[in-house]
Structures are given as structure tokens and as C-alpha cells.
């Protein structure tokens, strides 16, 4: 290629901007293109997230009405999370809550938690013929209380339609500390319609709720835009073959889909979100070392996981996007 080109920059690689105006003014985004269809924002200021993503010019995620939004607009009581949930391609939930707002061993705990409004710092990159490598670290840590640090690895192939995501989170603390993450990922329109076709294999397939548990049969079927739609949650017990999970999506309306692929050691729960509402579109496919019902409840069940003095935990999700629906179902 080098003879071709005078800069890799004509095919691949990857540049820093920075949005202006509104509430993400001053945002920092690092823009990467593997030179075969893909390109992928990431969130500098949001913890190293993934914002949007295009496959050979379709859009791939749910992009939030809030748009982009800068930490220092984030609400952290409640529910307040939402005010600031661009949602993107995936936004990382915790590291010391995921899920419901609520309160555990007298420590208020908002939605999700709070590591996704943590400004990521720029580490540095790796380049040669065959992938461009990104490092990030993203700090949680205060006096008098929890101390942690998620170094966040990123490998994007310059050979295939690909990326993965790596993070090793370490507690420097001289104490215990809980630790759970959760990868929101978000689909959305072209990606996803009512003619989506879900794959999730899996042993056990559960609902968080009565009103989810109503439309069990269904909850693998897209539908279209609804008004009131009420949100859909379930749990399932992913299908491994030596420890690795797989799902995806295709639809065949664009010709395109993706496949995640995770190491269920690692990421046990599996979580499907499903808000099929007007304007509100969106499917959430979400590996996570925990289920998102609040630290409280985790804690009561016993299935808390913590990090103790200097253990680190490492987990890592692999995207990669076809074009070819055989490609696809011989995945799965």
C-alpha cells in the first residue's frame, strides 16, 4: 500500500477532533478507519466509549436524544444518569455499580454508576500492517473511599471488520472494593428493525420482570416503533463453546450485522434490553460480570463480585461486522 499513498491517513488510522457547541463543547474524540468499511468514534471525555460506529456507510448503534453530552453535566442521584445517556454503540456501566439506583450498606448508588462520565486519558497507540492498538485509563478514585483504575486496551484489525475491547480494572486500595462491569451495547436503526434477526444461544433464558416475563416467547422477535412501549429485560444463560460466548444481529434489510464474541469466565450474565419505543429504538445486548438489578440485590444473592488489595479482574468483547448473511449463520 505504501506505494499508493502518500499518507496512511488517505486509507486508515486514526485522528483526534473536537466537537463544538452545545452541551458537548470541548468533547475529545479519537476517529478510526481500518480501511475496509469500518470506522468508530470513541469518547475521550467518557471514558474511552464508544460513541458511534459505521459499517460501509450504515450506522450500526442508538444514538440517545441528549446526543452528546460533556461530564460536567452529569447527574449523579437517581436516575439522573439518563439525562446524559448518549447510549452510543456502548457505554460502560459501573465499576462498583451497575443497574438500579439504590442504596447498599449506607452508600447511595446512582444508575449504572459513574465510571462512564470519567474522562479517559490517552496512554498511547500502536501501528503496524495488520492493527492499530489504543491505550486508555480511565481513574476512579477519591480519599476516603473507592480506588480504582481501568487500563482499556483497544485492537482494531486492518486485515478484517473488527474490533475488540480489553479492560483490566485494579484496586490500589487497601481494601476490598466491589467490582462490576457491564457493556451496555446498543443497537440501532438501519441495524436494527423489526426484520433484525437476534441471535442469543443459550441454556436458560429468564425475565427480569412480570410485565418482560408476559412476552417470553417474543423477546428474540424486533418490532416496529411503538408509543408506551414499556421497556423488556432478560437475563440468559449464553451458550459457550471452550468459554466463548456468541451473539449478533443481522439484518437483512442493509445486508449487514455483527457478531460479539466474549470470554464467559470472565462475563458470566448476559442481558438483553429491549425498548422498541417511538424515537426511543433501541436494543440493548449487554455481556457483564453481573446482572443489572443494583449492588443491594447482587449483595443479598451472594453474587457480588469484589476485587481485593491489588487484584485486578480483566475482561474483553469482540465486535466484528459482516456483509454476508452466510457468514453470519455459520457463526451461529
Not at 119 to 140: C, H, M, Q, S, Y
Not at 212 to 222: G, P, S, V
Not at 277 to 290: A, S
Amino acid at each position: 500500500m505504501k506505494d499508493y499513498v502518500g499518507n496512511s491517513l488517505q486509507i486508515r488510522g486514526v485522528e483526534k477532533y473536537i466537537l463544538q457547541d452545545g452541551k458537548g463543547d470541548g468533547m475529545h474524540f479519537l476517529n478510526i478507519r481500518n480501511g475496509l468499511g469500518l470506522e468508530v468514534w470513541i469518547s475521550l471525555d467518557r471514558a474511552g466509549d464508544v460513541s458511534r460506529v459505521s459499517f460501509k456507510g450504515d450506522n450500526m448503534g442508538y444514538f440517545a436524544p441528549c446526543g452528546y453530552v460533556a461530564p460536567e453535566y452529569y447527574d449523579g442521584v437517581g436516575a439522573g444518569f439518563l439525562k446524559s445517556f448518549t447510549s452510543g454503540f456502548f457505554t460502560t456501566c459501573g465499576l462498583t455499580a451497575v443497574g438500579s439506583p439504590c442504596t447498599d450498606e449506607g452508600e447511595e448508588l446512582p444508575l449504572h454508576g459513574t465510571i462512564s462520565h470519567i474522562p479517559a486519558e490517552f496512554i498511547g497507540k500502536e501501528e503496524n500492517e495488520k492493527e492499530l492498538v489504543i491505550k486508555l485509563r480511565v481513574t476512579d478514585a477519591r480519599i476516603f473511599g473507592r480506588k480504582l483504575v481501568m487500563d482499556r486496551t483497544y485492537r482494531f484489525s486492518y486485515v478484517n471488520n473488527s474490533f475488540e475491547v480489553c479492560d483490566t480494572v485494579t484496586n490500589f486500595a487497601d481494601t476490598e472494593t466491589p467490582y462490576m462491569i457491564l457493556y451496555h451495547c446498543n443497537m440501532g436503526y438501519p441495524l436494527l428493525s423489526q426484520n433484525s434477526i437476534v441471535k442469543i444461544p443459550n441454556n436458560n433464558i429468564s425475565a427480569r420482570d412480570k410485565h418482560a416475563e408476559k412476552f417470553l416467547d417474543t423477546a428474540l422477535d424486533m418490532e416496529k416503533p411503538q408509543a408506551n412501549y414499556q421497556e423488556r429485560c432478560y437475563y440468559y444463560d449464553v451458550l459457550e463453546d471452550n468459554g466463548l460466548a456468541k451473539v449478533g444481529i443481522f439484518n437483512n434489510d442493509i445486508g449487514k450485522g455483527l457478531i460479539m464474541d466474549y470470554d464467559k469466565t470472565n462475563l458470566p450474565c448476559f442481558t438483553e434490553w429491549k425498548m422498541m419505543g417511538k424515537i426511543d429504538y433501541v436494543l440493548g445486548l449487554e455481556p457483564g460480570n453481573c446482572t443489572p438489578d443494583g449492588r443491594d440485590v447482587l449483595r443479598k444473592n451472594g453474587t457480588l463480585k469484589f476485587l481485593q488489595p491489588d487484584e485486578s479482574g480483566t475482561t474483553a468483547v469482540k465486535f466484528t461486522f459482516v456483509s454476508d448473511k452466510i457468514d453470519f449463520e455459520g457463526v451461529f
